[in-house]
């Protein structure tokens, strides 16, 4: 009991598929988000001892859904690119990649802090 407003937003839930295999038991699980332009897909198999319902509840599946709330967003993917010139090699371009806690130029060995600091030259 608290004092809050009711929260009067409902989840879109999902549709449930389910195919049991009947040696293992196991069952086999596909949601699909019932939400307007959202295809998002969870695949899972659960043991015999876990119900369709308890999985729903589960943090990851729970987490899908509170992404449609007023306000909310749905996740993104975000991918990091490396993007420097080298400051030895004579074209200042090199190829600068990620590499272990830094990063360093494929072409003339030079690593970095991954901040590009702290640079040191491959022979020295
Ligand atoms: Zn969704
Ligand atoms: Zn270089």
């Known amino acids: 009991m608290s004092n809050a407003p ?3 937003w409902t989840e879109p839930g999902w549709d449930v598929a389910t195919t049991t295999d009947v040696e293992t038991r196991w069952t086999s699980v596909t949601l699909t988000c019932r939400a307007d332009g959202c295809r998002q ?3 899972t198999a659960l043991p015999k001892n ?4 308890q999985y729903l509840h589960t943090r990851f599946v729970t987490d ?10 749905l996740d993104i993917t975000v991918e990091w690119e490396i993007s420097a010139c080298c400051s030895v090699c004579e ?3 090199g190829d600068i990649v990620q590499k272990d806690e830094g ?5 003339c060995g ?11 030259r491959a022979e020295s």
């Open 103 to 107: 990063v360093t130029c494929r072409e």
């Open 41 to 43: 897909l969870v695949m």
């Open 64 to 73: 899908h859904q509170n992404q449609h709330r007023p306000g909310r967003a």
């Open 91 to 93: 074209d200042e371009i």
């Open 50 to 53: 876990v119900t369709i319902d």
């Open 110 to 120: 030079t690593t970095w802090d991954l901040d590009g600091t702290y640079g040191h």
């Open 6 to 8: 009711a929260d009067t």
